[in-house]
């Protein structure tokens, strides 16, 4: 016997959900068994504590850091940190020299390069390049006190000039070391720089600063294109300067444009390392310089980042890294799961009152919400860096109202064709129709403030909107994929179509009119003594009328019989 | 009681029973004034808002202790009330031998007395115990970033109901009863006394999220139910919206106690079992919020919506037709009482359409 098509269409939600459920299953296992996922979400720093970070900044002038310096190096720090995911750490000012950076678990140490990276990003010509690895004895002739500065200064960055006797013995003299390289984001910008690449063996000879990182208004990372629009699926990262920079970047681009190698190259120098030393392969004009080579989707945008978030002129030092615990002890958790599932069961209690045997229903389809919240907030903290914060366990909580609500609409829209007196079947498809609507419009309310704070907040706000945004998606996805086609499966069991006292669904306590299939009965209403209610039905639409009304009636009644009193 | 519950709802589904929600409006009108008169003047008395050290900053302190020494962080919590009674102090273990102590910002004798204070609960000498002084965690940035947030939602909150609604007027009408919402909430804070936390700030944000979805669900029947083919000649346009308020009066009693039921239960444990705390602030924002949320839209909103539409020259003109209708019906059922009862009418007439 085929199925009806009502049936088929609920099987057929039925497994998409499981096959949603096992996909997520799935893809977890797997990230757990190469070891870089768990099965339960990662916790925030008020519960599970992290790595707390003093920093001490230092203008590269010498002078004091001012308080609103001090503050602009919390925001930027800040917009660093939730680039790298929605994580909620903690950044704020300690004394008035130090910001204390709190991270949720041990800190990885790409992390904290970010944070600390400073935030000095210059511009700086290439004048030579040689191997970073080793040290060349000195010459036998060298003059070990021969000066650094040429004299008199050359007055142009990439000057030949710069590279005096006494420079060139240091440069090497320089090998790539931890150590070699840490002092250096303090170094003078109007001197040459001896320094290395950040990843390659390389130690360069940089001319002073050309261009500072300022005038970076915003750096991305994109496919590019080729000639015909199509994607070459090469990684590059494209910025974008203000005014002062687009002039300054094309005087360069002009000048190094096929000049010969090392002179055609460009360093991007963050914290005294160099970055990237690009050659130049055009002349750039228009401000919009973009970088290419040997990027990944993750390599360019950490480059990017770096570019954009690397417009200030403070360095940073770390002063201690130190692990911290939860600032809200374990109680806290405990107390707030304890009180979430007294909530919950008195959710039950409560759905089982109301609803009777439907009442499984709700709880079953909270069952599965909470699954997918679990399995996707698992997910999202493996792949996002996504933490789970009390907060946000509140926010679970009371998302449990909002998705338990689209049940009570569904539910209550179903008594309400049974009570116009409609078969159980039918109630159920028309309520459906009914109910989905409310349910998009209104979850498409809860979306949108998701979304929008998502995109404009920060911290612990933008944390909040994201968990606020993944329940109201999984919301819409239990009441169709899981709860409607229960219903409808169930609408077609003899329990409930037959309209059992403890359905939840009995017409008769609903009071239709006409009850399963064409079984009339006789009208509720008028069964209690018709011409009493009829009065006090007459009262009742009088008493609803607004006074405005009240008044356009009387004015109206007594100008013809007066029968209104 | 749930049979008395089903046929309550029964009752006011055909319209038996009715709650008058829109004639009344001057009384809820006033009953929300008082409240906001409340909500503003009340904790304008009290001196103010209390604002947790995430916003203001705040004194720290951070004791070192011989290696090996077992921390226990409830000691520093007794330390820190003793001092400053009713005090919700942030504890957390630094490192290996440290305990970091955040409070709010202390006067100068304050911050001696739990300098020494500290050191004596945890047998060390005082020279172990630095003070120091933290900024807001909760920086400017941050606040500034939520409020335009906030703007740039309620916008388009309100562009999105006008379209879906097809009438900027229920627009307004949610927008109002969000504000309503989001005052006496605010005011509950300030008359309390609770500490406005990065917790408070996210449950006002929940609380945002949560008025204006209870209001859609809401106009949603209301929209219904005055579409152009439902109003028909035996409602006023304001007895149809009283209508369907009454109509989603279960739904709304039904799903405002399933939200309130966790967040109750978290209320009550987070402030009479945990005293201060995270969880009290957050279920505090979310209790008054949802209850009030809730509320609103029955008692603010859709009765605002109709004194918006009602002086439309197409209501009124319907209304007075309506009246019109009535008036004559009343003089024939003067003749034969009982003959015609409007409710079984309605509940036949609604059966036959659907039926067809």
């Not at chain 1, 990230?31 to 990662?42: E, F, Q």
């Not at chain 1, 995911?85 to 970010?114: F, H, L, M, W």
């Not at chain 2, 949320?293 to 003109?317: C, D, H, M, N, W």
Request: aromatic share 8%.
């Amino acid at each position: 016997m085929a199925s009806p098509p009502a049936v088929k269409r609920a099987r057929r939600s039925l497994i998409a959900l499981l096959v949603i459920i096992v996909a997520l299953i799935g893809v977890i296992g797997i990230g757990v068994v190469r070891g870089d996922a768990t099965w339960t979400p990662k916790l925030a720093l008020d519960l599970e504590g992290g790595t707390q970070i003093i920093l001490a900044p230092q203008n590269t002038n010498g002078q004091a850091v001012t308080r609103e310096q001090l503050q602009q190096a919390v925001a930027i720090i800040r917009q660093r940190v939730d680039a790298s995911g929605v994580s909620e750490a903690e950044i704020g000012t300690q004394g008035t020299q130090n910001i204390s950076v709190s991270i949720p678990e041990k800190a990885d140490s790409a992390t904290i390069d970010r944070i600390e990276a400073s935030a000095k990003l210059d511009f700086r010509p290439v004048l030579v390049t040689g191997d970073g690895t080793s040290a060349m004895p000195p010459a036998e002739d060298a003059d070990p006190n021969a000066p650094i500065d040429p004299s008199p200064l050359p007055t142009t960055a990439y000057d030949n000039a710069w590279l005096t006797d006494g420079l060139m013995a240091k440069f090497a003299a320089f090998t790539c070391t931890g150590d070699a390289v840490a002092g250096l984001s303090e170094a003078p910008e109007d001197r040459p720089l001896i320094t290395c690449d950040s990843e390659a063996p390389i130690k360069y000879i940089l001319g002073p600063v050309e261009l500072g990182g300022d005038s970076i208004t915003d750096a991305k990372a994109q496919l590019t294109q080729g000639q015909n629009g199509v994607t070459t699926g090469e990684w590059a990262v494209q910025m974008t300067l203000d005014a002062n920079g687009t002039k300054v970047f094309g005087q360069i681009s002009q000048r190094m444009f096929g000049a010969t190698s090392p002179l055609d190259q460009f360093a991007f120098v963050l914290d005294g390392q160099v970055l990237q030393a690009p050659r130049m392969q055009a002349q750039i004009l228009d401000g919009r310089p973009s970088i290419t080579g040997n990027f990944t989707q993750d390599s360019a945008k950490v480059l990017a980042d770096q570019l954009k978030f690397g417009a200030l002129p403070i360095g940073f030092v770390v002063q201690s890294q130190e692990d911290i615990s939860a600032t809200l002890g374990s109680s806290q958790l405990q107390a707030g799961l304890l009180a979430g599932l007294i909530g919950l069961l008195l959710v039950v209690i409560y759905s089982l009152f109301q609803y009777r045997a439907l009442g499984s229903l709700t709880i079953a389809s909270l069952a599965i919400a909470a699954i997918l919240t679990y399995l996707v907030l698992t997910f999202l903290s493996w792949r996002q860096g996504y933490r789970l914060s009390l907060a946000g366990v509140a926010g679970v909580i009371v998302a449990v109202g909002i998705t338990a609500d689209s049940f009570i609409v569904y539910f209550e829209r179903i008594r309400d064709s049974l009570r116009d007196g409609l078969s159980l079947e039918r109630s159920v498809e028309r309520g459906w129709k009914q109910a989905i609507r409310t349910v998009l419009a209104s979850d498409g309310i809860n979306f949108l403030a998701a979304a929008i704070l998502y995109i404009l907040a920060v911290g612990s706000v933008r944390g909040f909107a994201f968990t606020l945004g993944i329940t109201t998606i999984i919301d819409v996805l239990v009441v169709t994929l899981f709860t409607h086609p229960m219903m409808a499966l169930l609408a077609r069991t003899r329990f409930y179509s037959g309209g059992h006292r403890f359905s939840g669904l009995d017409p008769e306590r609903l009071g239709a009119v006409y009850r399963g299939r064409a079984q009339f009965r006789a009208p509720v209403v008028a069964s209690r003594g018709a011409a009493k209610k009829n009065l006090g039905a007459a009262k009742e639409a009088e008493r609803r009328q607004t006074i405005a009304e009240r008044k356009a009636a009387a004015t109206a009644g007594a100008a013809s019989t007066g029968k209104e009193s | 009681m749930a049979r008395s519950f089903a046929e309550f709802g029964n009752a006011l589904y055909t319209g038996e029973k009715s709650f008058n929600f829109i004639g009344r409006r001057k009384v809820w009108y006033l009953i929300a004034a008082v409240m906001i008169v409340i909500s503003v003047l009340g904790p304008v008395l009290r001196g103010g808002f209390t604002f947790g050290i995430e916003f203001t900053g705040g004194s720290q302190f951070q004791i070192h202790m011989p290696a090996g020494q077992e921390r226990n962080q409830d000691i520093a919590v007794d330390a820190v009330t003793s001092v400053l009674p009713g005090a919700a102090p942030r504890v957390s273990l630094v490192g290996q031998t440290d305990i970091r102590v955040q409070t709010e910002q202390l006067e100068d004798t304050q911050s001696r007395n739990l300098h020494s204070a500290l050191a004596k609960a945890y047998g060390v000498d005082e020279s172990e115990v630095t003070a120091s002084y933290i900024g807001a965690l909760w920086g400017q940035d941050i606040t500034r970033q939520a409020l335009i947030g906030l703007g740039v939602f309620i916008l388009f909150a309100a562009l999105v109901m006008a379209l879906y609604f097809r009438t900027w007027k229920m627009s307004l009408s949610a927008m109002l009863a969000l504000f309503h919402d989001l005052i006496i909430t605010a005011g509950i804070y300030g008359l309390t006394g609770f500490e406005i936390t990065p917790a408070a700030v996210i449950g006002f944000l929940t609380i945002l999220g949560y008025s204006l979805y209870d209001t859609v669900v809401v106009f949603d029947k209301i929209r219904e139910n005055t579409s152009e083919g439902e109003l028909t000649e035996r409602r006023t346009f304001g007895e149809a919206v009283n209508l369907a308020v009454n109509q989603t009066l279960v739904r709304s009693i039904n799903t405002s106690v399933v939200a309130l039921l966790p967040v109750a239960s978290i209320l009550f444990i987070g402030a009479f079992v945990l005293g201060a705390g995270t969880l009290r602030d957050i279920a505090l924002a979310l209790f008054i919020g949802i209850l009030v949320g809730a509320y609103s839209t029955i008692f603010i909103a859709a009765p605002t919506y109709v004194l918006l539409r009602q002086k439309e020259p197409k209501i009124v003109k319907h209304d007075a037709r309506v009246l019109k209708v009535r008036e004559r019906e009343a003089g024939e059922s003067d003749d034969a009482a009982g003959d015609a009862d409007a409710d079984s009418e309605d509940a036949e007439a609604d059966a036959d359409e659907a039926v067809v």
